[in-house]
Structure formats: structure tokens, C-alpha cells
């Protein structure tokens, strides 16, 4: 028979490509989505991402924190893949209570259900992020392994952008971060993610409900909300150069990131809901690349063909992170997980989409306005 899935934030970007992948597998899907005018503006029927799966699933408009819609919506499920959240970073660190009450609130509600009732669900599985680890884990030639701690405002004001040995204060190499490394977020959101997923493996295992959690990297790819202006660094470029401005880069441009294209995220999320050794296991989800932000830039200006001026603006964000980029080894070895697609071919995927889209009006400088504001973005 058949498995029912419930996806929350299954409108979303990973979300969809989700739901579309199972529901060719023969899964019954069901989607919990609040259509969230960040993500698909204030008219869900323009809303490409909701398009996709309107129709295809089982929609209900509905919100995390709400426990009536976690009822309606938990009825004969069997499967719950618990995405539904705020992601930006940096609004994370003025948007406090929301973060929390969406991120953990929502999470906690679920739990709160699953525990007082009784339900077919069999599995949860859910979203966490990079953004646990704050700064990733590097090698320091005296130190060895070290977590460098969050970079200091009076260091970054002088350009000084690289992280130190948290001991020695000497330099320090970047290496892949493991599931084991330090767990020492640097944003509300990092937190909210944390807890999301520390909540859902002890209560999970209190009642016998099997939790997979995901901490995926940068996640990019055809259906990316290029509304959102807070989040997803790829959309927020296309976004600046489609509308002919100049793209200014925070810090000086060599900060790294680990992109992994989207059909490979939704792949590994479906290896941990149909497979055993996943349960109650956390896994990276990236590709162990690594690629700095300038090249980003450098590459969309070139596929959109359109001149650009790249300004790298010295500028910088509290609570952003220097470097990371996974060590997939877990998630390779347990679930026999590779990812398929290079930077260079998905973000090819990426800008051909794009071009296919009706690009709004930018309005990413009116986010940073917003953060200069609040004295986060110096
Ligand atoms: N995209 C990435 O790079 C990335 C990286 C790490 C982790 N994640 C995590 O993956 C998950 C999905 O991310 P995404 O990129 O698809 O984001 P997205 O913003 O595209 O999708 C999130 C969906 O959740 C919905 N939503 C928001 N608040 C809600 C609420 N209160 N109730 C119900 N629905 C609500 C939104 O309407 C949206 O459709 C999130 O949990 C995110 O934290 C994403
Ligand atoms: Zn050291």
C-alpha cells in the first residue's frame, strides 16, 4: 500500500520538488503550507512554487503554529516531513519572536500532538540547516580541530574577514564539517533550527517514532523564491542583475559556501524517509565543495549576459558565517547518497529558469536598509 505523506512548507522550494519527486513514486501527498507572502507574494495564483503543486496534492492553507491545522492536516498520515519555517539569516536577528515561534513553536506543537494522540505517523523527518554549526569546523597546525567563534565587529570594521584559532589566535584551515563538529550557531534562525531538531529526536525516541533530520548547505535550483529578499544568495543576484544594478558584495568576496542543487536535496530527503538506517540520525546534505561568493556572481553576470559592475563593498552582516562546506561521508556510507549535479551544470539549470521568469522590481536594497537600521549590517 501506498505511504501518505504530509509536507509542511510543501509549497516551498524544497518542499515542491519534493512532493512532485514522491508523488511520481506513488505516494499520497498532502501539503501544510501558510503560502507565506515573502515566499509567494501577496496573490498565491502568481506564485509559481504553489502552481507546481496546486491540483497534484492535497492542499491545505494552513499554519504551523495553529494546532487545528496540525490536526486536519495529521489525519492518516503516515510520513511527516516537517519543512515549513523562516529561513532568512540575517532578518532572523530582529524578526526574534517570529523565528522562534514558527520555527520551534510550530515544532513543538507537532510533537505536542503526536504524543497526546494517537496517529498512523511512522516517521518525521525534518529540515535543519548548516547554520548550526555557525563557523565550520577548521585545523589549526598547534591546536588541531578548532571552532573558531563568531568574528569580532571590530575586526571585520578593519577588513579582517578570516577567522582565528579560537586559542592561539593564529590561522586556521578550513576543513569539511562532520555531523560531530561543534554545534555553535551564530543567528536565531541557526538556534531555532537546533532545537528543532534536538526537540524532535528526544521526544521521538520517547514515544518510538523513528526522526531523520537534515542539515542541508546552500540549497539552489529552479523554483528558488526570487521574491525573497532575504535568503538565497543566487536568486538575490539574479534578481539585481535582471533589474540592470550594481551587485554589492559583502566582506570581500572570498567567503565560501557549499551549493548543492536542489534535485539532490530532494533525492536525500527521500532516501531518509524510505530507509531504515536513516532513523533517528542527522545528516549534512551538501556536495563538499566548496565556492566563493564572487565567483557566484562572476558566473550568473556571465550566463545572463548582461555587464554588471561587481563592487566588493567591504560591507558585512552580523551573524553571518565566514566559511562551511559539508563532509557528506555519513550520508554517503549510510545511505549510499552522492550528489549528481556540479556547480557549474546546476547553476546553468538555475539561470536558464530564471530567464523564464517575470523578474519583479529589486528590493534587496530595501533589506539592508532595513538591517543598517536595527545596526546589524555595518
Ligand atoms: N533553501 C536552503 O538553502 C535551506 C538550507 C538549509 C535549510 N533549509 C530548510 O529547509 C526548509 C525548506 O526551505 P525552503 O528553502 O524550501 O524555504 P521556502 O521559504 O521556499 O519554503 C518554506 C515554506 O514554508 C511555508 N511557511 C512559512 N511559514 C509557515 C507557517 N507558519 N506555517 C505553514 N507554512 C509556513 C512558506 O509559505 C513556504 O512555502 C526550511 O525548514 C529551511 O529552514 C533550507
Ligand atoms: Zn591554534
Redesign the pocket.
Known amino acids: 500500500m501506498s505511504k501518505n505523506v504530509l509536507i509542511?512548507?510543501?509549497?516551498?522550494?524544497?518542499?515542491?520538488?519534493i512532493a512532485l519527486k514522491l508523488l511520481k513514486k506513488g505516494y499520497q501527498v498532502t501539503v501544510?503550507?501558510?503560502?507565506?507572502p515573502?515566499?509567494?507574494g501577496e496573490n498565491p495564483d502568481n506564485s509559481e512554487?504553489?502552481q507546481r503543486i496546486k491540483g497534484k496534492v492535497n492542499f491545505i492553507k494552513?499554519?504551523?503554529?495553529?494546532r487545528q491545522?496540525w490536526e486536519k492536516a495529521l489525519e492518516n498520515q503516515n510520513i511527516i516531513v516537517?519543512?515549513?519555517?523562516?529561513?532568512g539569516t540575517g532578518q532572523s536577528m530582529y524578526d526574534i519572536q517570529k523565528y522562534v515561534?514558527?520555527?520551534i513553536g510550530?515544532t513543538a506543537l507537532l510533537w505536542d500532538i503526536l504524543t497526546n494522540k494517537k496517529t498512523a505517523v511512522e516517521k518525521v523527518v525534518?529540515?535543519?540547516?548548516?547554520?548550526i554549526y555557525g563557523e565550520g569546523r577548521y585545523h589549526c597546525a598547534k591546536d588541531g580541530d578548532v571552532y573558531p567563534i563568531e568574528r569580532r565587529d571590530e575586526d571585520m570594521a578593519k577588513g579582517d574577514f578570516e577567522v582565528k584559532c579560537p586559542i592561539c589566535n593564529g590561522e586556521v584551515e578550513l576543513v569539511g564539517t562532520t555531523e560531530d563538529s561543534k554545534i555553535h550557531p551564530t543567528s536565531t534562525?541557526g538556534l531555532t533550527?537546533h532545537t528543532?531538531e534536538e526537540l524532535s529526536l528526544m521526544i521521538g525516541k520517547s514515544i518510538g517514532i523513528p526522526v531523520v533530520t537534515?542539515?542541508?548547505?546552500?540549497?539552489?535550483g529552479p523554483?528558488?523564491?526570487l521574491k525573497?529578499p532575504y535568503?538565497?544568495i543566487l536568486s538575490i543576484f539574479s534578481t539585481i542583475i535582471k533589474n540592470g544594478n550594481d551587485i554589492n558584495i559583502f566582506e570581500d568576496g572570498l567567503e565560501t559556501r557549499d551549493f548543492?542543487y536542489i534535485d539532490d536535496?530532494a533525492d536525500a530527503t527521500i532516501l531518509g524517509i524510505e530507509k531504515e538506517e536513516a532513523n533517528f540520525h542527522s545528516f549534512n546534505v551538501g556536495t563538499g565543495e566548496k565556492t566563493d561568493v564572487l565567483t557566484v556572481a562572476k558566473t550568473l553576470i556571465e550566463k545572463y549576459g548582461i555587464p554588471t559592475e561587481v563592487k566588493v563593498s567591504g560591507n558585512y552582516r552580523l551573524g553571518d558565517i565566514r566559511h562551511n562546506f559539508a563532509d557528506i561521508s555519513l550520508i554517503h556510507n549510510l545511505l549510499g547518497f552522492t550528489p549528481k549535479v556540479s556547480f557549474d551544470e546546476g547553476i546553468g539549470h538555475f539561470a536558464d529558469w530564471v530567464n523564464q521568469q517575470e523578474i519583479e522590481k529589486d528590493n534587496y536594497e530595501a533589506s539592508i536598509a532595513e538591517m543598517k537600521e536595527k545596526g546589524l549590517y555595518k
Open positions: 509542511t512548507g510543501g509549497a516551498g522550494f524544497i518542499g515542491s520538488t501544510l503550507d501558510s503560502l507565506s515573502q515566499i509567494h512554487l504553489y494552513g499554519d504551523v503554529r495553529n491545522d516537517h519543512l515549513a519555517a523562516e529561513t515561534d514558527i520555527n510550530g525534518v529540515a535543519s540547516s548548516r547554520a534562525y533550527k528543532q537534515y542539515r542541508y548547505q546552500n540549497v539552489y523554483g528558488q523564491s525573497n535568503t538565497g548543492v536535496v
